[in-house]
């Protein structure tokens, strides 16, 4: 075990002992120092964090404390019976703060208790047992939350572990507080009873055992009893405080300190109607001038100074943009500039501005690096930054989304509703009907107030950040193989020569450029097929490409070699893979089309054959459809990339497999089987 553990533990065992064992005086002193010093550190702990889980270890920490603070109760009061001493700590505060005045001293203690048990203690048991209510009552929500995120891939799934986990412990530290402040409660409570003890008793054992008088007895043991008193209240009052601050602390970005100074003196005009008041106070009343003036003339003159800085900021700022602004207008290459093409870009109208805007709670921009994330983990590529602007000749709900400047897609959002998608025929929801903009689904615009009741209907309900974020998840992912170009392909393998640099030497420059590279790489994008297993795709290239330079042969070559992650994309429960079949004579009739020349071979098919071919696969694709499944159509290797020549305009989200694309411990059942009339 560490020293800090067994630190820990020897600090248990010694405040058990402290009940049973009678502790020297000068040991007392020590140890009731050490509880004030713990009380403060904590209570500084406390004000310092910006949020609960950051103290963790809080209700154990009362629980220590208390034990602590009772075990010195009992040592004193035996000491205080005993020997009518308890150390130079209690005696210092029995005179000293009191001024030795017993009733003064009797007073301060019953206040402290007071103050201790009918309102911090009070208000921060009821707090707690509110915030573990709520906390506990919004777990699913967050739970839910959480899962559509990670669907809508904008976390992964260690982020989602990660948010799981906060939220579990947020509801198990709420729920330890609730019971936590019933230590501080009962704490408060037999420090009352203590005293009662020690000034009766104390009184009593003076007069029979010590032989003092009544009054010797009376001053003496009141004393001692009230310097107990204080030494146990104040470090329980600090305690009592942390645990207020702590269940009444909100979300925020800052700890206590910083909070307070922002918020509380953020409006000037309030400083200045304060000063103005007090001023008056001290004016009409007969309060005295010195103390109202000064008091007035720093809330004024402080509101002065946050005023002129607020002006300040913007202005200078504004003169900065400006001058940019100006500069670039200057220049010559201003033009030149309105020439780049972004990537991506998100337009909407200016009613979505509080999907966008993190002061109105908009998390869109968050999002946006999410599915940056989450697609170069499942596809293998750098998605690029998305540029994100409003557009006034958008209507106010309406967003747009672009890849390299062509419009890919577009939908409308409603804020203040959520989208409800059926799982079957149920249509007993009230809302405005739509389509679902990433998979085409039939849905609904519904409200709060009918959002319970879809869920209970077994609807799939989303907010519209979710929405869209999905829709634009859906789109890049479609759109892959447009994002990669020369310059993009170049930075991946630069990325690979790291780590294998006679790989990437011995396939480029020669025998292929980096364009060829591209293009093999755009091949399996657009089919959906990740290219993030870098070192196996450019070690079937480096053994192919010296037979050809056909970007389409080369890409059988490299699905063949991601045989294994193909297999795993595709089959989910169990070993079995259910498929659509294309039978000989259809693959016959796809191999006599093939016509090859000195530029590559391309599939020549009939018309009337290939308007047979495509109708027999709708058919098929309709009809495994109805059965709930993901039609995947397979046929051999020779003609699966002319297959998908010919069923790329029709059926571009169908995949087509060949059998050497399939893991060997795979099952194939064939659901379904193309046959031309």
């Given at each position: 075990?560490?020293?800090?553990?067994?630190?820990?533990?020897?600090?248990?065992?010694?405040?058990?002992?402290?009940?049973?064992?009678?502790?020297?005086?000068?040991?007392?002193?020590?140890?009731?120092?050490?509880?004030?010093?713990?009380?403060?550190?904590?209570?500084?702990?406390?004000?310092?964090?910006?949020?609960?889980?950051?103290?963790a270890i809080f209700p154990s920490i009362i629980l220590l404390l208390t034990l602590f603070r009772l075990g010195l109760s009992i040592s004193t009061t035996r000491a205080i019976l005993a020997n009518g001493d308890a150390g130079d700590v209690v005696e210092t505060f029995g005179e000293f703060v009191t001024g030795g005045n017993v009733l003064v001293g009797l007073v301060i203690f019953m206040l402290l208790v007071i103050i201790n048990f009918i309102v911090i203690t009070k208000g921060s048991e009821r707090v707690a047992e509110v915030a573990a209510r709520f906390t506990l009552d919004a777990m699913p929500g967050k739970q839910m939350s959480i899962d559509a995120d990670l669907n809508a891939g904008m976390i992964s799934e260690k982020e989602a572990r990660e948010r799981r986990e906060k939220v579990s412990k947020e509801s198990d530290f709420y729920g330890a507080m609730d019971g936590a402040t019933k230590f501080v409660k009962g704490d408060a409570i037999a420090s009352i009873i203590m005293v009662f003890i020690n000034l009766l008793f104390g009184i009593i054992i003076g007069m029979l055992q010590l032989d003092y008088s009544?009054?010797?007895?009376?001053?003496?043991?009141?004393?001692?009893?009230?310097?107990?008193?204080?030494?146990?209240?104040?470090?329980?009052?600090?305690?009592?405080?942390?645990?207020?601050?702590?269940?009444?602390?909100?979300?925020?970005?800052?700890?206590?300190?910083?909070?307070?100074?922002?918020?509380?003196?953020?409006?000037?005009?309030?400083?200045?109607?304060?000063?103005?008041?007090?001023?008056?106070?001290?004016?009409?009343?007969?309060?005295?001038?010195?103390?109202?003036?000064?008091?007035?003339?720093?809330?004024?003159?402080?509101?002065?100074?946050?005023?002129?800085?607020?002006?300040?900021?913007?202005?200078?700022?504004?003169?900065?943009?400006?001058?940019?602004?100006?500069?670039?207008?200057?220049?010559?290459?201003?033009?030149?500039?309105?020439?780049?093409?972004?990537?991506?870009?998100?337009?909407?109208?200016?009613?979505?501005?509080?999907?966008?805007?993190?002061?109105?709670?908009?998390?869109?921009?968050?999002?946006?690096?999410?599915?940056?994330?989450?697609?170069?983990?499942?596809?293998?590529?750098?998605?690029?930054?998305?540029?994100?602007?409003?557009?006034?000749?958008?209507?106010?709900?309406?967003?747009?989304?672009?890849?390299?400047?062509?419009?890919?897609?577009?939908?409308?959002?409603?804020?203040?509703?959520?989208?409800?998608?059926?799982?079957?025929?149920?249509?007993?929801?009230?809302?405005?009907?739509?389509?679902?903009?990433?998979?085409?689904?039939?849905?609904?615009?519904?409200?709060?107030?009918?959002?319970?009741?879809?869920?209970?209907?077994?609807?799939?309900?989303?907010?519209?950040?979710?929405?869209?974020?999905?829709?634009?998840?859906?789109?890049?992912?479609?759109?892959?193989?447009?994002?990669?170009?020369?310059?993009?392909?170049?930075?991946?393998?630069?990325?690979?020569?790291?780590?294998?640099?006679?790989?990437?030497?011995?396939?480029?420059?020669?025998?292929?450029?980096?364009?060829?590279?591209?293009?093999?790489?755009?091949?399996?994008?657009?089919?959906?097929?990740?290219?993030?297993?870098?070192?196996?795709?450019?070690?079937?290239?480096?053994?192919?490409?010296?037979?050809?330079?056909?970007?389409?042969?080369?890409?059988?070559?490299?699905?063949?070699?991601?045989?294994?992650?193909?297999?795993?994309?595709?089959?989910?429960?169990?070993?079995?893979?259910?498929?659509?079949?294309?039978?000989?004579?259809?693959?016959?009739?796809?191999?006599?089309?093939?016509?090859?020349?000195?530029?590559?071979?391309?599939?020549?098919?009939?018309?009337?054959?290939?308007?047979?071919?495509?109708?027999?696969?709708?058919?098929?694709?309709?009809?495994?459809?109805?059965?709930?499944?993901?039609?995947?159509?397979?046929?051999?290797?020779?003609?699966?990339?002319?297959?998908?020549?010919?069923?790329?305009?029709?059926?571009?989200?169908?995949?087509?497999?060949?059998?050497?694309?399939?893991?060997?411990?795979?099952?194939?059942?064939?659901?379904?089987?193309?046959?031309?009339?």
């Open positions: 075990m560490k020293i800090r553990d067994l630190g820990v533990l020897a600090a248990v065992i010694m405040i058990v002992a402290m009940l049973i064992i009678p502790l020297p005086t000068w040991l007392l002193s020590f140890l009731i120092i050490i509880n004030i010093t713990l009380s403060l550190l904590v209570l500084l702990v406390t004000m310092n964090m910006k949020e609960a889980l950051d103290f009544l009054t010797d007895a009376a001053s003496h043991f009141s004393k001692l009893t009230v310097g107990d008193g204080l030494v146990a209240q104040i470090p329980a009052l600090l305690v009592s405080t942390a645990t207020g601050i702590v269940v009444t602390r909100a979300a925020s970005d800052g700890n206590l300190g910083e909070d307070i100074t922002k918020q509380l003196f953020a409006q000037s005009k309030l400083l200045y109607i304060a000063g103005g008041t007090i001023f008056l106070l001290g004016l009409f009343t007969p309060i005295p001038d010195w103390i109202t003036i000064p008091i007035a003339l720093i809330l004024i003159g402080g509101a002065y100074m946050i005023h002129n800085k607020k002006q300040e900021d913007p202005e200078e700022l504004l003169e900065i943009e400006e001058e940019v602004a100006t500069d670039t207008m200057k220049s010559p290459e201003n033009v030149v500039n309105l020439l780049n093409v972004d990537p991506i870009e998100f337009e909407f109208g200016y009613g979505l501005i509080p999907l966008v805007d993190a002061a109105q709670g908009g998390d869109l921009l968050d999002r946006v690096v999410m599915i940056r994330r989450q697609l170069a983990l499942e596809l293998g590529i750098v998605i690029p930054v998305v540029r994100i602007r409003d557009n006034i000749q958008l209507q106010p709900n309406e967003y747009r989304i672009k890849i390299k400047g062509n419009e890919m897609a577009k939908g409308e959002l409603l804020l203040d509703h959520y989208l409800a998608m059926s799982p079957g025929e149920d249509d007993s929801i009230d809302g405005i009907d739509t389509i679902e903009p990433s998979f085409g689904l039939p849905a609904k615009w519904i409200t709060e107030k009918t959002k319970e009741d879809a869920e209970m209907l077994g609807y799939t309900v989303v907010d519209p950040p979710s929405v869209v974020s999905t829709h634009l998840t859906e789109i890049i992912r479609a759109n892959a193989h447009e994002l990669l170009g020369r310059q993009e392909t170049k930075q991946l393998v630069d990325h690979l020569r790291e780590n294998y640099p006679i790989l990437v030497d011995e396939l480029t420059p020669t025998p292929l450029s980096i364009g060829e590279i591209q293009k093999v790489l755009a091949k399996l994008l657009k089919e959906n097929v990740s290219i993030r297993n870098l070192p196996i795709i450019f070690e079937t290239l480096a053994d192919y490409a010296k037979l050809t330079s056909d970007p389409d042969v080369l890409t059988e070559y490299v699905r063949q070699a991601l045989a294994k992650q193909i297999t795993s994309q595709y089959v989910s429960d169990g070993p079995n893979l259910k498929v659509i079949t294309i039978p000989g004579k259809i693959e016959k009739l796809i191999a006599d089309s093939i016509q090859q020349t000195d530029h590559g071979n391309y599939l020549a098919m009939n018309p009337q054959d290939s308007q047979a071919v495509l109708e027999a696969i709708a058919k098929e694709v309709e009809r495994v459809s109805f059965m709930e499944q993901s039609p995947i159509i397979l046929c051999s290797p020779g003609i699966r990339m002319y297959l998908r020549q010919l069923t790329e305009r029709y059926f571009s989200q169908i995949p087509i497999l060949s059998y050497n694309e399939l893991d060997a411990n795979v099952e194939i059942q064939s659901v379904g089987v193309v046959n031309v009339e």
